[in-house]
Structure formats: structure tokens, C-alpha cells
């Protein structure tokens, strides 16, 4: 045998999935090896899993499995969460930074009922920056989506 023929009959590792295959039909496997193993990120736990078998760790992931017991939305972005993580949530919350941020250098009143926001008060915040109750906020969009402070649209 020559040693041209030795090399096709050796097998090469695939380094995509790592089986093994011929010189000659390692090309043609990689490309549908990368086609079919795009891997992508889980959306509830984070991991990395090859695209095709999603659907079969999400019936082993705990974080799918916990999707339907969020029990409450952020008051800030309105996100579904857990409320056993509410305190990790608001520390990634770009908008309750800035609330923060804005309400440390203003008056803590509600500028549409002129109460002050308590520290427990729901509150509702707008792409301006500009704080109020979340009550009413709510009651003003219906009114008008322009905010109240700023007119900012």
C-alpha cells in the first residue's frame, strides 16, 4: 500500500463532535456536523447545548422547570421574577440603578399626586428618569403617554 493510500485510510477526529471518520469524508462530515451541532446558550439555566437537544435539557433543567412558578414582576422593568430572587434581580436592574440614582438627588414626591414615595411604595419609572407611584403612573398613561415632568414622549 502507498503511503498516500495510508493516509485516507486513517481516521481523523471530527473537531466539532470528536468521531472519528476517513481523510477522504471528513470534510463532508464536518459540514453537517456544524450544521446540526450549533450549540447555543439555555435561556433559563445558561448552559451551553448543542441546538438539536434543547428541547431535551430543558426537561432536565430546574431553571425551565421553575418558568411557570415566577411569582412577580420587577417594578422598575417589568420583568418577570422570582421573588426569592428579587434582591440579585435589582442588582442587575439598569433601571432601578438609575431610580436609585435619581431619587438620591431629588425629592422623593410623586409629581403627580405630590406624596412622597416611600421606600416600599411600587414605583414606576420612565425612560426620562422621572419616578412616580406606579398607581399613578398607571392612571396618567392612560391619559396621556407623554410624561407628566418632561413631556418626554
Known amino acids: 500500500m502507498s503511503e498516500i493510500q495510508d493516509e485516507d485510510m486513517k481516521l481523523y477526529p471530527c473537531s466539532n463532535c470528536g468521531d472519528y471518520y476517513p481523510y477522504c469524508g471528513i470534510e463532508n462530515h464536518l459540514e453537517s456536523c456544524l450544521l446540526e451541532n450549533i450549540v447555543e446558550d439555555c435561556k433559563f439555566c445558561g448552559e ?4 438539536k437537544l434543547i428541547e431535551q435539557h430543558q426537561q432536565n433543567c430546574q431553571a425551565f422547570a421553575l418558568q411557570e412558578k415566577e411569582d412577580d414582576v420587577c417594578e422598575f422593568c417589568q420583568e418577570k421574577i422570582f421573588k426569592q430572587f428579587k434582591q440579585d434581580h435589582y442588582s442587575d436592574c439598569a433601571l432601578k440603578q438609575i431610580a436609585d440614582t435619581y431619587q438620591f438627588y431629588t425629592a422623593h414626591e410623586c409629581p403627580i399626586c405630590l406624596i412622597d414615595i416611600g421606600p416600599m411604595d411600587q414605583k414606576g419609572v ?8 406606579q398607581n399613578c403612573l398607571q392612571a396618567w398613561q392612560k391619559k396621556s403617554q407623554e410624561c ?3 413631556r418626554y414622549n
Open 48 to 51: 451551553t447545548v448543542v441546538k
Open 126 to 133: 420612565l425612560e426620562c428618569c422621572h419616578i412616580f407611584h
Open 148 to 150: 407628566p415632568v418632561c
